[in-house]
């Protein structure tokens, strides 16, 4: 996907960052099931950051928000053990995997949001 070519409506760019968040999510839990090889890395998005544009219109800003965002979120969430996604910082904290499924929930919630779907 081309970030750079965001050129719509907020509605649109929602859309995308919305389909990005629920895509890394998925990514995040196949990458935590599965042995992490040079090959998987090279195919999933956000291994890298891309490159920046050279202008300052307002779908670029956007995207390279978003790239900054799936990057960190990549790096954050990259080589995670069944160990990590259980661990909980205190009794009353949630665990890793409580809070990645409540960003998926949150990234539903806007995709409901902008389609005209009740949560």
Known sequence: MDL???R???KDIMK???TLIISLFFFTNINCQTATSMTAKETLPYHQIPEAPTDYSS???IARMIDGLG?????????LTD???IFRPSEDASNVIETIEHI???SKNILNCISGKAN
Not at 71 to 79: D, Q, S
Request: glycine share 12%.
């Open 104 to 106: 998926y929930s949150l």
């Open 71 to 79: 990057y960190r979120y990549y790096w954050a969430t990259e080589g």
């Open 16 to 18: 995308q960052l919305t």
């Open 4 to 6: 750079y070519a965001l």
């Open 8 to 10: 719509g409506s907020k």
């Open 83 to 85: 160990d990590d996604l």
């Open 59 to 61: 779908g670029n800003v």
